[in-house]
């Protein structure tokens, strides 16, 4: 059951590679050693991944995917407006500092874009928080003083930043800490969020 | 007995090739030869062929040694063998002397039919587009319709560029390690000082030193010299020397008194001893040379638009002479095109010489690269 505990670990993988067809093209930001990339060239797509880390550069190229060694944070300069039909960033977001410019850096490469992102105020989150401790969970897996993220906010957050910068949301899938989908009180429910993303106007 | 990983002892061979080849400056040779050495075993679909293309002063003897001299290893050893990043035991490895090289092809010290007398300075100035069109030939004799991969560093890793962009039929891989799209006005620059230490050098005659029974030693020397702190980084200079000084230093004169003045006049005393000075000129000027993008009005993604290789294209944190950033012009134009390739950034110290250098991760991934190549 190989493909059950894959999709154990990364549900919103499913999520994402629904949105896409076969013949297009992507760019993975932060695509690790390649996972994303292998199921989507599976499906006939073409992908190319941007990751800092020596360890994950050399297993991408181990994988045989098209890895990129880059620092996100330092934008996406060398890529052209319009380069791909999609760009991801999954599970990446929380650890950018530079959170609105990375964002319009995606769709300005991209036609549209998925996010993906652990939702802080999942119910169990919450509670972590009420109790007085933070939150430890299958989606923010790290304590406080290890973790990578830098930037805690909620699907409300997010929606609104959209809105501001005149981001339209064009999908969302909501999972549990299970990677069951969510169907009602997403914010409260929701332990991962994964949007698609597009140009608004 | 050879060592394990090495491939052992080997030989250069020659093959002269009666079909005129005419260069890019216009020059026709009728006839002309180029020395090269194999490694492991081409496959009987002959879909293993690796070919390595040389930098400014490399040559056909990439790895192993010569059976009376076992200290004498190929200049990417660490490399190339069983076992190794680039594996004998799967790939069967062509290494090539360049024309207009010193070491056995077709050059300046060839003698010209036309005249008896060796060629010179009449030597044609070659470009990389003029060996691609070389290393084809070479290619067909051993009836390779295809390379499984094309690889060097520095000018080695541009000729595996153009190759991609001139015969994109006959190479699938091409590894262009710590190369650029082009030279800036700086590397030019440096060029020319080194080309006119030489060509200033009393002992130059013009460039037919060899019928006044010379060579321009000094002049080499220098281009050496300064060709080498451009292969070094900053870092491993203060490193390596900082302001080290020699026994006897502090006497207020112009004797040699700190190790880095030391290390570089040995540098180019032993370059300057054995390389051939119209070589050198005739290398940084393919270097000088060397814009793909020019035919298509500058536009490197417009020249990379037809090829079909898959790429990995390789960079080093402390090179300067062709730095990380002019690798990405080159990815940058590739992923324009929807190309397939991989991109690193090795960290180290070494500058611009790191291509060359035994790092245990630089050498992971080009294995990593390399296995995934079917032959």
């Given at each position: 059951m190989t493909h059950a505990l894959h999709t154990l670990r990364r549900p919103d993988f499913d999520v994402i590679a629904g949105w896409m067809k076969a013949d297009e093209s992507v760019l993975d930001l932060g695509c690790g050693e390649g996972e994303l990339l292998q199921l989507l060239a599976g499906r006939g797509l073409r992908g190319w991944g941007v990751e800092r880390d020596p360890g994950r550069v050399l297993a991408a190229v181990e994988n045989g995917i098209n890895v990129i060694q880059s620092d996100l944070e330092a934008g996406l300069a060398g890529f052209e407006d319009d380069a791909f039909d999609h760009v991801v960033l999954s599970r990446t977001l929380q650890t950018m500092r530079h959170t609105q410019q990375i964002l319009a850096e995606m769709l300005r490469v991209g036609r549209e874009a998925v996010v993906s992102f652990p939702n802080f105020a999942y119910w169990k989150n919450r509670m972590a928080v009420l109790n007085g401790r933070m939150p430890v969970s299958e989606d923010l897996p790290y304590q406080w003083y290890d973790t990578p993220n830098v930037r805690f906010f909620t699907m409300l957050d997010f929606e609104s930043l959209c809105a501001g910068m005149g981001v339209v949301i064009r999908d969302r899938q909501v999972l549990d800490e299970r990677g069951e989908c969510v169907t009602e009180e997403h914010n409260f429910l929701g332990s991962l969020a994964v949007y698609r993303i597009g140009r608004g106007g | 007995m050879a060592e394990p990983g090495s491939v052992g002892p080997v030989e250069s061979r020659s093959v002269v090739f009666t079909t005129p080849l005419t260069f890019a400056a216009g020059v026709t040779l009728p006839e002309w030869q180029l020395v090269y050495e194999t490694y492991g075993t081409l496959n009987a679909e002959r879909s293993n062929a690796i070919l390595i293309c040389h930098a400014l002063s490399g040559h056909q003897h990439v790895a192993g040694y010569p059976a009376d001299n076992p200290k004498n290893l190929g200049w990417w050893d660490n490399m190339i063998?069983?076992?190794?990043?680039?594996d004998t035991d799967r790939f069967f490895v062509v290494g090539v002397n360049n024309l207009g090289g010193c070491h056995g092809s077709t050059g300046p010290a060839t003698i010209n039919p036309a005249t008896g007398?060796?060629?010179?300075?009449?030597?044609p100035v070659v470009t990389v587009p003029d060996w691609v069109q070389a290393q084809a030939r070479l290619a067909d004799h051993f009836g390779i319709d295809a390379w499984a991969a094309v690889v060097g560093g520095s000018l080695g890793g541009m000729q595996a560029l153009q190759w991609t962009i001139d015969l994109?039929?006959?190479?699938?891989h091409a590894l262009v390690i710590a190369a650029a799209p082009k030279l800036t006005a700086e590397n030019i620059a440096f060029n020319d000082v080194a080309r006119q230490a030489i060509i200033t050098d009393p002992e130059f005659h013009g460039g037919h030193f060899y019928r006044h029974g010379t060579r321009p030693t000094r002049g080499l020397r220098l281009a050496r010299m300064l060709g080498h702190i451009t292969y070094l980084s900053d870092d491993q200079m203060a490193e390596k020397f900082g302001r080290k000084k020699r026994p006897g230093a502090g006497s207020y004169g112009f004797d040699v008194e700190f190790e880095i003045e030391s290390y570089l006049r040995y540098q180019g005393d032993k370059f300057a001893g054995w390389f051939d000075a119209n070589t050198y000129l005739l290398m940084t000027k393919a270097l000088d040379y060397f814009d793909p993008a020019e035919p298509f009005g500058g536009d490197l993604a417009a020249a990379l638009a037809g090829a079909s290789a898959k790429y990995l294209v390789v960079s080093f944190t402390t090179d300067w002479r062709f730095s990380p950033a002019r690798s990405r012009e080159i990815v940058n134009a590739l992923v324009k095109n929807h190309k397939d390739v991989s991109y690193v950034e090795i960290t180290s110290p070494h500058g611009h010489d790191a291509f060359l250098m035994d790092d245990h991760y630089y050498h992971a991934v080009v294995a990593a690269y390399m296995a995934n190549i079917p032959t």
């Amino acid at each position: 059951m190989t493909h059950a505990l894959h999709t154990l670990r990364r549900p919103d993988f499913d999520v994402i590679a629904g949105w896409m067809k076969a013949d297009e093209s992507v760019l993975d930001l932060g695509c690790g050693e390649g996972e994303l990339l292998q199921l989507l060239a599976g499906r006939g797509l073409r992908g190319w991944g941007v990751e800092r880390d020596p360890g994950r550069v050399l297993a991408a190229v181990e994988n045989g995917i098209n890895v990129i060694q880059s620092d996100l944070e330092a934008g996406l300069a060398g890529f052209e407006d319009d380069a791909f039909d999609h760009v991801v960033l999954s599970r990446t977001l929380q650890t950018m500092r530079h959170t609105q410019q990375i964002l319009a850096e995606m769709l300005r490469v991209g036609r549209e874009a998925v996010v993906s992102f652990p939702n802080f105020a999942y119910w169990k989150n919450r509670m972590a928080v009420l109790n007085g401790r933070m939150p430890v969970s299958e989606d923010l897996p790290y304590q406080w003083y290890d973790t990578p993220n830098v930037r805690f906010f909620t699907m409300l957050d997010f929606e609104s930043l959209c809105a501001g910068m005149g981001v339209v949301i064009r999908d969302r899938q909501v999972l549990d800490e299970r990677g069951e989908c969510v169907t009602e009180e997403h914010n409260f429910l929701g332990s991962l969020a994964v949007y698609r993303i597009g140009r608004g106007g | 007995m050879a060592e394990p990983g090495s491939v052992g002892p080997v030989e250069s061979r020659s093959v002269v090739f009666t079909t005129p080849l005419t260069f890019a400056a216009g020059v026709t040779l009728p006839e002309w030869q180029l020395v090269y050495e194999t490694y492991g075993t081409l496959n009987a679909e002959r879909s293993n062929a690796i070919l390595i293309c040389h930098a400014l002063s490399g040559h056909q003897h990439v790895a192993g040694y010569p059976a009376d001299n076992p200290k004498n290893l190929g200049w990417w050893d660490n490399m190339i063998g069983p076992g190794k990043p680039i594996d004998t035991d799967r790939f069967f490895v062509v290494g090539v002397n360049n024309l207009g090289g010193c070491h056995g092809s077709t050059g300046p010290a060839t003698i010209n039919p036309a005249t008896g007398q060796p060629w010179g300075a009449d030597f044609p100035v070659v470009t990389v587009p003029d060996w691609v069109q070389a290393q084809a030939r070479l290619a067909d004799h051993f009836g390779i319709d295809a390379w499984a991969a094309v690889v060097g560093g520095s000018l080695g890793g541009m000729q595996a560029l153009q190759w991609t962009i001139d015969l994109p039929a006959r190479v699938r891989h091409a590894l262009v390690i710590a190369a650029a799209p082009k030279l800036t006005a700086e590397n030019i620059a440096f060029n020319d000082v080194a080309r006119q230490a030489i060509i200033t050098d009393p002992e130059f005659h013009g460039g037919h030193f060899y019928r006044h029974g010379t060579r321009p030693t000094r002049g080499l020397r220098l281009a050496r010299m300064l060709g080498h702190i451009t292969y070094l980084s900053d870092d491993q200079m203060a490193e390596k020397f900082g302001r080290k000084k020699r026994p006897g230093a502090g006497s207020y004169g112009f004797d040699v008194e700190f190790e880095i003045e030391s290390y570089l006049r040995y540098q180019g005393d032993k370059f300057a001893g054995w390389f051939d000075a119209n070589t050198y000129l005739l290398m940084t000027k393919a270097l000088d040379y060397f814009d793909p993008a020019e035919p298509f009005g500058g536009d490197l993604a417009a020249a990379l638009a037809g090829a079909s290789a898959k790429y990995l294209v390789v960079s080093f944190t402390t090179d300067w002479r062709f730095s990380p950033a002019r690798s990405r012009e080159i990815v940058n134009a590739l992923v324009k095109n929807h190309k397939d390739v991989s991109y690193v950034e090795i960290t180290s110290p070494h500058g611009h010489d790191a291509f060359l250098m035994d790092d245990h991760y630089y050498h992971a991934v080009v294995a990593a690269y390399m296995a995934n190549i079917p032959t």
